[in-house]
């Protein structure tokens, strides 16, 4: 990472220093961050970890792998593994997502509860089920 300083703003380069090829293993991965200290120092970020307008909730799973992140117009979840810095998926939803709990320790069950007085439940396969609420949810 590379740091300048222009009229009293700081700019971060994320791009510059070395790149590790993507094709080397993970044991030589560690061997060369032990030598080079630049490589050490290095930033690693999640790729497509942005919504196209604004994300409405943020929830991390309970051993911290895994994140999901509920956006708005048009309404969708993207979950993002944090150990392979990579988007898992990415669902539509049928109406804005007020919370999210996630049911199991991995992506694979999640219960959204949605504006339209629905509480989604989701599978790996995809919507499971959909269960509608007497009152708006909180």
Known sequence: MEVQRRNDATI???????????WLGDRARRNLSKRDESIRRRIELIQDFAMPSSSSKIVQSSNGRYIFAAGTYP?????????????KFERYTDSHVAD??????DYGKLALLLDDRTVALHAPY????????PT???
Not at 126 to 133: F, K, L, Q, V
């Open 75 to 87: 309404p969708r979840i993207r979950c993002f593994d944090v150990h392979e810095l990579t988007m």
């Open 126 to 133: 995809g919507a499971h089920e959909s269960i509608r609420i």
């Open 136 to 138: 708006f949810g909180r």
């Open 100 to 105: 999210l709990t996630m049911l199991s320790e």
């Open 12 to 22: 971060y380069c994320l791009s510059s220093g070395p790149v590790i090829p993507e």
